[in-house]
């Protein structure tokens, strides 16, 4: 690609290209000038070998956004708008870049990918506001002989573990809201899409950010990353997207020195289909809030549970909707699901589908690979069927990848009671033609976002997060930023 962010930033393509690691406003090579591959799971090419961070090296990018970290809280909140603002408009210049970089690490479509960069922009142009509204309260008289304040101060350097699926989208919700807070940062991203981090950190720094504000640290060894942020007494906050084992290991090993822990953790979002639905148009979101990413998104509708009286039609349509998604080239405006991750990932749905057949469920949709290379695959979106009370187990687990299950339930209260069982409580949806019935059951379901007769979309105005299994904390609106800060009270003796 050789795409410039700002004349500063070689996104890079190629067998020979190579990424740096950015610390303290620069770029360097790893210790040891240790590399990884980045591939293209479409095709399996190598990206880019890019610098492979030691312990040492992310030691390093702590000292660097420690020693960035007193200055940047002590920046006037306006002065910050106008860097994260500068930030966003150098980022919306370079978005059909940032966009090609997406789509060549993740293999998500293109149009996906555009989107994506996109909202990038957005939510940093959000935080970049948001700077201007951080939290305080003046108490005067608070007894006949003294007032009070209470000021929010930005809790300090904040390590960011940003996943793979969403790699722009990701490191806006965390650096953009820390940031806005005034902390200093520390990003690993997901190793398989390191590049993108990349191109924005470059991007956000040639923009006017400070040196050490923000450093980035891919690694092919996140373990020995995280034992850094876990143990190193200059990080005060931990942010994690990721599997529920790893948010499990952080806040066990982080308990040790009372280090603050916000942890998204996936889902298994279910979804509610009533007898009074819009059935055609059922089927077209579901299709949507499914196979967005080929199905590789936290919040997509996992288990469908749909009154005995319209599953029939609702099938046929699903059936239509899915058989007509066009899987291949994601650099194709036609293309609706590229490939999945990896080859782990595809094996790992391959085993699912045969688990909930074994268990009793149908494939009547779709399943196998289209065609694969040396690091993924193409899977055909599969739909998955069974009765209530009949439910395989492996509905229990998230299915990251384009399958979805649907149960067929006798009425509303059996469809609720199953949605609610389960571990996870990111996101559900509901699909009713009576707007008091769909938030009545929107009021009933234990997650923590739910959409009514539609797909969930990113605001940057709403709070996000899981009840639950799903983790612990929000990410995007004000609460976001709000995770960022430490209350202060202060009384002043008069």
Known sequence: ?????????????????????????????ASGDRRFPVHDPATGEVLAHVADATGDDVAAAVSAAHAARESWSHTPAWQRYEVLRDGADALRRDVSAMAELISAETGKPVREALG??????????????????????????????????????????????TPWNFPAFMVACK???????????????????????????????????????????????????????????????????????IGELLMREAAAS???????????????????????????????????????????????????????????????????????????DDTNLGPLIDLAAVERIETQIDRAVAQGAELTTGGGRLKENAVSAFVRPAVLTAQGGQEPAVFSEEIFGPVLAVVTCRDEAEAISLANDTEYGLAAYVFTGDADR??????????????????????????????KASGLGRERGRAGVEEFLELKTIQLAK
């Not at 795409?3 to 620069?26: P, S, Y």
């Not at 006949?144 to 209470?150: E, L």
């Not at 009074?276 to 998104?297: E, F, H, K, M």
């Not at 029939?312 to 291949?328: D, S």
């Open 1 to 29: 690609m050789g795409t410039k962010a700002n004349g500063a930033v070689e996104a890079g393509a190629g067998e020979n290209a190579a990424q740096e690691l950015f610390i303290g406003g620069r770029t360097r090579p």
């Open 116 to 161: 994506e960069a996109h909202n990038t922009v957005r939510f940093f142009e959000w935080f970049s506001h948001e700077t201007l509204r951080l939290p305080g309260e003046a108490w005067p008289e608070i007894t006949p002989t003294r007032d009070a304040i209470v000021v929010a101060e930005p809790v300090g350097v904040v390590a960011a573990i």
């Open 175 to 245: 650096v953009g809201a820390a940031l806005a807070a005034g902390c200093t940062v520390v990003l690993k991203p997901a190793e398989q899409t390191p590049l993108t981090a990349l191109f924005i950190a470059r991007a956000l720094h040639a923009a006017g950010l400070p040196d050490g504000v923000l450093n980035v640290v891919p690694t092919s060894d996140p373990a020995s990353a995280g034992q850094v942020f876990l143990h190193d007494a200059r990080v005060d906050c931990i942010s994690f997207t990721g599997s529920r084992a």
């Open 258 to 332: 009372i280090k603050r822990v916000l942890l998204e953790l996936g889902g298994n979002s279910p979804v509610v289909v009533l007898d009074d639905a819009d059935i055609a148009a059922t089927a077209s979101r579901l299709v949507q809030a499914r196979y967005l990413n080929a199905g590789q998104a936290c919040v997509a509708a996992n288990r469908v549970y749909v009154v005995e009286s319209v599953a029939e039609a609702l099938l046929a349509e699903l059936g239509m909707a899915v058989r007509a998604l066009n899987v291949g080239d994601p650099r194709r």
């Open 438 to 467: 769909g938030l009545r059951i929107a009021r009933a379901l234990r997650a923590g976002s739910v959409a009514v007769n539609g797909a969930l979309t990113s605001e940057p105005q709403l709070p996000f997060g899981g009840m």
